[in-house]
């Protein structure tokens, strides 16, 4: 397994470097790299390493400004002194987000996380897309930003990252927010599919686009079926077919 190190505070890089290692003998370290300038640098030149362990303040700003300058193609771990920047974290290849002061245990856990997301791809490649398309996914297609939408003889723009889910009602296109506010919308729901993040938002069966963050819980069912339960309420039950219950437990599984 290879690995960079991405961190601006000299002693922190190398007490990171040893607790890796320390926990993975077999690791090997590529780099040091200490601002965004370095690591754009480094990643367009060279191949991508196994895992990336990355700062979120660095000497010359924030590294979300690495993702939007070079294609990410590993895995990050994301160790940092603040615990506000996690949802950006996790739209950036995260895969975990590690407080400082780190442990051993924490950076372990996170490492593991690493290699079960290999394992479980490998043992089930043949029916799963592979790991670099899927952090691609996550990388770039971040879909429409907003929507405006009318209702009451009141225009409204509301965030997509706000709206829930979308769905069918009496053959018309709803939104829904997490403030449980409804509004209705003019294209089909294939159409707003198309516009939206494929990391994001999933379609579950014809009359539901459902927002990742507002899936409270999955449950097996009858049939192999999957219950979908939402933290904002619906007016029936959601149910992924058998179909495609393997590509939505991996779509849930490697965001």
């Known amino acids: 397994m290879t690995a960079i190190i991405i961190e601006d505070e000299v002693k922190v890089f190398k007490a990171l470097g040893q607790l890796i290692t320390s926990i993975r003998p077999d690791i090997q370290i590529l780099s040091y790299i200490q601002n965004i300038t370095d690591a754009v640098n480094y990643l367009n030149e060279n191949d991508p390493p196994d895992v990336i362990f990355m700062d979120i303040h660095l000497s010359d700003g924030l590294c979300f400004e690495i993702f939007k300058k070079v294609k990410i193609m590993s895995p990050v771990i994301f ?3 603040y615990d506000n920047y ?3 974290a996790f739209k950036s290849n995260g895969i975990d ?3 400082k002061p780190f442990s051993r245990e ?3 856990q996170a ?3 690493v290699a079960e997301l290999k394992n479980f791809f490998q043992r089930n490649k043949k029916d799963l897309p592979d790991l670099e398309y899927l952090l691609t996914l996550s990388g770039e297609q971040t879909g429409k930003r907003s929507f405006l939408l009318f209702k009451n ?3 409204v723009t509301i965030q997509t990252e706000n709206i829930a889910y979308f769905c069918i009602k009496k053959e018309m296109t709803s939104v829904v927010t997490f403030e449980r506010k409804e509004y209705p919308l003019a294209p089909s729901l294939e159409d707003i599919y198309k516009l939206l993040s494929p990391t994001l938002f999933y379609r579950i069966n014809r009359q539901y686009l459902v927002n990742f963050n507002a899936i409270k819980e999955v449950e ?3 049939a192999r079926k999957l219950l979908v339960k939402l933290s904002v309420s619906t007016d ?4 992924v077919g058998k179909d495609k219950a393997t590509h939505f437990l991996n779509w849930m599984e490697c965001r």
């Open 153 to 155: 003889n009141k225009y």
């Open 111 to 113: 490492m593991k996380k």
């Open 86 to 88: 996690a949802i950006d």
């Open 236 to 239: 029936e039950k959601l149910f």
């Open 79 to 81: 160790c940092t002194a």
């Open 106 to 108: 924490s950076i372990a």
């Open 220 to 222: 097996h069912y009858f």
């Open 97 to 99: 987000y590690v407080l």
